[in-house]
């Protein structure tokens, strides 16, 4: 037996997602069918599935798959295009909504046109939260030695809702993305994993990046992991409070007051297509 699904496809600064209308429509279960869809030649394709849902706890809830089936905590390009998706059908017409996910309520809020501000909340600093078992007590957990692949990285760590690894490097055009990303990724040090980025320090305003995402492999976007990046720039002397961090897809203004105050991102969200594709109920 067989259906049609609908779905909507969107993108913020490049980072792709495939978008579930769970409110008005009862769907199958979400793990296969996440690595279904995810196949770029015989699905639709995309880094995360979002799914739209009503929440207790806030105005909605996003629940967010990587293309391998797994569950993510936070998806920070996401939450925009989820923001833009919940407006576009009619579901708020708020100038600013709460939505609850894995790794906290986060409000996003309308910033013009097919522009979001997301307040990601305060980064957690202390390693056992992130979790790392890099580093000790209250952290931050900043440049520690870790092994991986025959050499010695220095990795600073930080959850954002989800956790990061900041590795910077001389040329983020040049960095070992596809061959160090998944090694640090499935690092013991990490217990659930982890989200890795290479940084390009261009000034103390501005970082170059690049991302391999627990779950998905290299994207062209990861907001969550432009805050950690900043957070963990200022941290260490590198950077000002207000930076823009260039990816692949795009930038994002990210800015961040210092030690116990939230972080906040403005970025793009865009809507490429809604389609259909036939799925198999079993």
Not at 214 to 225: D, H, M
Request: proline fraction near 6%.
């Amino acid at each position: 037996m067989s259906f049609e699904l609908e779905f909507t496809k969107m993108h913020g600064a490049g980072n792709d997602f495939v978008v579930l209308d769970g409110i008005a429509h009862e769907l199958p279960p979400l793990a296969p069918l996440a690595r279904r869809l995810a196949d770029r030649h015989f699905g639709v394709g995309f880094d995360q599935m979002l799914v739209v849902r009503r929440s207790k706890a806030a105005d909605f809830r996003m629940e967010i798959y990587n293309a391998d089936g797994s569950q993510a905590e936070m998806c920070a390009n996401g939450i925009r295009a989820f923001y833009k998706f919940v407006r576009d059908r009619g579901y708020s017409s708020a100038d600013s909504i709460r939505v609850e996910t894995l790794g906290g309520v986060v409000a996003p809020r309308w910033a013009g046109e097919d522009l979001v501000t997301v307040e990601m909340g305060v980064p957690v600093l202390a390693p056992a939260k992130i979790p790392t078992l890099l580093g000790e007590g209250d952290g931050p957990v900043l440049d520690a030695r870790l092994e991986v692949g025959g050499e010695t990285l220095q990795v600073s760590s930080v959850s954002m809702g989800n956790p990061h690894a900041v590795i910077y490097v001389e040329s983020v055009a040049d960095a070992p993305v596809g061959e160090l990303g998944p090694l640090v990724e499935r690092h013991p040090a990490f217990p659930n994993r982890v989200n890795v980025e290479f940084i390009e320090v261009v000034s103390r305003t501005r970082l170059s990046q690049r991302t391999w995402e627990r779950g998905t492999g290299e994207t062209l976007a990861c907001g969550s992991g432009a805050c950690a990046a900043v957070v963990v720039s200022i941290l260490r002397g590198l950077a000002d409070r207000d930076v823009i961090v260039s990816l692949p897809g795009g930038e994002l203004s990210i800015r961040w007051g210092g030690r116990g105050t939230p972080v906040s991102m403005t970025g793009p969200a865009a809507h490429v297509f809604t389609g259909r594709i036939e799925i198999d109920r079993r």
